[in-house]
Nanobody
């Protein structure tokens, strides 16, 4: 059983920064690609960023490219999402997910965390 636990969400002013963390337990962490997704009220869950198992490949949604950075520390079984220059439209529940490939489709990920709320005030 793979378990994912996110943390680091909160309230921040527009233009500010937050760093999300996701700790993974249960299996060999480096075997999994990791993704971050988000879901705002009334909207579908959307892809934010993904990173390959050894961290050599990353992918970003156009809406966050250049502002967000995904990284991972395989020794700590943790994936991070550094979010800079936050905008009100970035407000959502952020989820981390683990799967076999670095893909944008949520259906391709096998395991999910419970989510962490990010609120951005204007």
């Amino acid at each position: 059983q793979v378990q994912l636990v996110e943390s680091g969400g909160g309230l921040v002013q527009a233009g500010g920064s937050l760093k999300l963390s996701c700790v993974v337990s249960g299996r060999t962490f480096a075997n999994y690609a990791m993704g971050w997704f988000r879901q705002a009220p009334g909207k579908e869950r959307e892809f934010v960023a993904a990173i390959s198992g050894r961290g050599l490949n990353t992918d970003y949604a156009d809406s966050v490219a250049g502002r967000f950075t995904i990284s991972r520390d395989n020794a700590k079984n943790t994936v991070y999402l550094q979010m800079n220059r936050l905008k009100p439209e970035d407000a959502a529940v952020y989820y981390c997910a683990a799967g076999p490939w670095t893909l944008r489709a949520a259906t391709q990920y096998d395991y999910w965390g419970q989510g962490t709320q990010v609120t951005v005030s204007s």
